[in-house]
């Protein structure tokens, strides 16, 4: 069973103390679902549900800030 693909929430700028990680490669925390860029639907992020919070990631392809919070 193919997991499910979750978009994540574009942000339209970026905190001055977020913590941001770059991704792809794809930030392997868990196996539950992939998260992917709101905006080029690349995936950046394997997780378990509750497991990010509030963390940033920046799309390495199309450079926007997605916000984790699961
Ligand atoms: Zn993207």
Known sequence: MAKPTIPLTVMPGRAADAHVVKAPPVVELGTENDY????CGTVLLRANAGQV???LFECSRCRALNRADL
């Open 53 to 55: 919070h509030n963390v």
């Open 36 to 39: 992917a860029c709101g905006s």
